[in-house]
């Protein structure tokens, strides 16, 4: 028998053993169905050395799994000497002790590992907090089951040494209501730095056109942001190399420039306490102006991952239209408010230049329409990367909206105004009355709005009415 435990969680050079039961609505690549559990144990450290499953209408309460299977599993386990196995699963705490009851090994399920992960790459204070917020989630429900010493009694009539003695309150109760209070701790010190987040999301998509990098993870989204930017975010081909957004501007000519976001991959069956912990940090791409969603079709199981984000985003997108509209209902009755959009979105097929060949893409551009094959590998003179070109010159339509040739009034202490309107539209005449500017210009809707809305004193010959919702990529730009 092994002499692992459930008092150590880490998997490091363990030789781990992956088992699953495929249900009938079970979401998995059947052509690789260990695949992703796979990747995800071998970046927390492990050695697979087996895998097993089985098929079942519905798993088994007990134990999840069928009881000859895991007779099967532990002779399994003996065989090649593993000291762990690993469900492709959320396990409940009864079924994890009953499991290890028979294998005689540590039992991990997929949230475990996962949260593993995270915890290992967090490198922010924020990051940090959000995932011992969602470990103490995770745990307090199972306390019971995980650990021996909480069945103990402390300060019991039969004396427990100086300090000990009390009300006879078990361990276990003791525990949780240090979970509690360290859990409301670490809440309201994440709630100060979102708050302080969030105000400067929303200057930030006041002042700017915003774009938002989503995906699931490994897709290639941090890559393609430092092709596009001078971002520098940590780039690497494994899970969960990105945690944390990071923004930064990218540069689309002309003086035309847009805020740019790589935000935390996606992956299926996401711990739910991991989903919520990262709740503020996902929801800064759902008030972004564009969605780009990085695909990669490279991957065998990239349709499976494409249905996974776009499941995900619809949540996100129901939860933030719902929080949305309560805020709306608490607010004053004589103010009209916009009711919140989600964000328009533009598939990138990338990788393509590690498909076979153009029959594969072909097929993609067929399942999704309007997409936009590219490589976000960092363009050379040498080696220029597909698709970057356009994907900025849709970008930069996007923003610009439909150019309008107008003539526009303003005072000369405008100066802000008259500085955006230098540098980011084309000026056709100019002429000076007393202390006002009078400027014929080429600029496009959007712009012409932010500016107005921005409270700049601009009178036009034309109607400054608000811009139209716009599908940049339903006008490809001209090669």
């Not at 294998?103 to 490198?123: M, P």
């Amino acid at each position: 028998m092994s002499n692992s435990t459930r008092d150590d969680v880490a998997i490091q050079s363990e030789r781990a053993i992956l088992a699953a039961v495929r249900l009938p609505d079970s979401r998995y690549n059947k052509d690789d169905p260990f695949g992703e559990l796979q990747a995800l144990v071998e970046q927390a450290g492990a050695v697979v050395v087996g895998t097993l499953d089985q098929m079942l209408k519905r798993p088994i309460s007990g134990t999840y799994i069928g009881s000859g299977k895991l007779i099967e599993l532990k002779s399994l386990c003996d065989e090649l000497d593993a000291q762990t196995v690993i469900f492709d699963h959320e396990l409940s705490p009864k079924q994890i002790a009953n499991i290890e009851k028979v294998v005689e090994r540590k039992v991990l399920d997929r949230s475990e590992v996962i949260l593993d992960i995270f915890a290992s790459r967090a490198t922010t204070h924020e990051a940090k907090l959000q995932v011992e917020i969602a470990q103490l989630e995770y745990t307090y429900p199972r306390l019971r089951s995980m650990w021996s010493h909480l069945e103990r009694i402390a300060g019991s009539a039969a004396g427990g040494g100086v300090g000990t003695r009390g009300p006879g309150e078990q361990q276990l109760e003791i525990d949780r209501r240090l979970v509690q209070r360290r859990k409301a701790h670490l809440k309201q010190e994440l709630g100060k730095i979102q708050a302080r987040k969030e105000r400067s999301v929303e200057k930030r998509n006041h002042d700017n056109f915003t774009v938002g990098l989503v995906g699931y993870t490994n897709a290639g989204k941090s890559t393609l942001f430092n092709s596009l930017t001078e971002g520098g975010a940590y780039a690497d081909d494994r899970l969960f190399a990105t945690l944390m957004t990071r923004t930064r501007k990218w540069e689309l000519g002309n003086g035309v420039e847009v805020m740019l976001s790589d935000t935390v991959g996606f992956v299926r069956d996401l711990p739910h306490n991991l989903v919520a912990s990262f709740k503020a940090t996902l929801e800064e791409a759902t008030h972004a102006d564009l969605l780009l969603i990085v695909l990669d079709v490279s991957d065998p199981a990239a349709e499976l991952q494409y249905s996974e984000v776009d499941r995900t985003l619809e949540e996100l997108f129901a939860g933030v239209a719902k929080a949305e509209a309560r805020a709306a209902s608490r607010g004053a009755s004589d103010v009209q408010v916009e009711p919140w959009q989600p964000p328009e979105r533009l598939v990138l097929l990338n990788k393509v230049d590690l498909l076979r060949d153009n029959t594969e893409l072909l097929i993609w551009q067929q399942k999704i329409p309007n997409s936009l094959p590219i490589s976000s590998l960092p363009s050379t003179d040498e080696n220029p990367s597909r698709g970057q070109a356009e994907l900025a010159a849709i970008i930069k339509e996007a923003t610009l909206g439909e150019v309008l040739e107008v003539t526009l009034t303003l005072p000369m202490r405008e100066a802000k105004a008259l500085h955006v309107l230098e540098t980011k539209a084309e000026i056709l005449d100019r002429q000076y009355e007393g202390d006002q500017v009078i400027i014929t210009t080429r600029i496009g809707k959007r712009l012409l709005a932010q500016l107005c809305s921005g409270g700049a004193k601009i009178s036009s010959d034309k109607p400054l009415d608000q811009p139209q919702t716009l599908q940049p990529w339903q006008t490809p730009p001209k090669d």
